[in-house]
T-cell receptor, first 112, second 111 residues
Framework: GAGVSQSPSNKVTEKGKDVELRCDPI?????LYWYRQRLGQGLEFLIY????????KSGLPSDRFSAERTGESVSTLTIQRTQQEDSAVYLCASSLDGNTIYFGEGSWLTVV | GQSLEQPSEVTAVEGAIVQINCTYQ??????LSWYQQHDGGAPTFLSYNALDGLEETGRFSSFLSRSDSYGYLLLQELQMKDSASYFCAVRGGVGFQKLVFGTGTRLLVSP
């Protein structure tokens, strides 16, 4: 597609429920990133995928968080047993060269 | 690991020039990037410096000094629409593949 597409754009969920966030990167971009941004805060790295290499999961905050990517296509970020501190916008980005990354509009998650 | 420091907030008036500084620490260096983020919006790429010196793109310029582990973003002829947060970033992690962002500088432009 023309840009990075994320869905849902907004999600309100009850504490303890699982949520799945989807990211469709720019076609041809081999690198895909997930970041979390709490209100008024910076960008917190979560996970990075590059082609068929093992992903860099070093930023995942707990084992409740997991992510998958199908080849060089769609990625899903799953948060199990959501907690109120998970409320944030989850930003996906993709890149061809690793120096310029293009962000989607984000999935705004509110845990109530 | 990597760490980047930026001022938390900068204020300026329309038409002025403002400089946003970034100092970084990283075990390996693959360039310094700058991103702009308006409230409620996604970060967007502004510039990338791999080598020392000044890169100019319209009203925005970015500077890098690798020996000082320092860079800055220069915004000229400020407009109200430039009010946003600005993040510097370097590559880090295993293989230096992930982009690590600074804490961000909030720029407030007043009339």
């Amino acid at each position: 597609g023309a840009g990075v597409s994320q869905s849902p754009s907004n999600k309100v969920t009850e504490k303890g429920k699982d949520v799945e966030l989807r990211c469709d990167p720019i076609s041809g971009h081999t690198a895909l990133y997930w970041y979390r941004q709490r209100l008024g805060q910076g960008l917190e790295f979560l996970i990075y995928f590059q082609g068929n290499s093992a992903p860099d999961k070093s930023g995942l905050p707990s084992d409740r968080f997991s992510a998958e990517r199908t080849g060089e296509s769609v990625s899903t970020l799953t948060i199990q047993r959501t907690q109120q501190e998970d409320s944030a916008v989850y930003l996906c980005a993709s890149s061809l060269d690793g120096n310029t990354i293009y962000f989607g509009e984000g999935s705004w998650l509110t845990v109530v | 690991g990597q760490s980047l420091e930026q001022p938390s907030e900068v204020t300026a008036v329309e038409g002025a020039i403002v400089q946003i500084n970034c100092t970084y620490q990283t075990s390996g260096f693959y360039g310094l990037s700058w991103y702009q983020q308006h409230d409620g919006g996604a970060p967007t790429f502004l510039s990338y410096n791999a080598l020392d010196g000044l890169e100019e793109t319209g009203r925005f310029s970015s500077f890098l000094s690798r020996s000082d582990s320092y860079g800055y973003l220069l915004l000229q002829e400020l407009q109200m629409k430039d009010s946003a947060s600005y993040f510097c970033a370097v590559r880090g992690g295993v293989g230096f593949q992930k982009l690590v962002f600074g804490t961000g500088t909030r720029l407030l432009v007043s009339p």
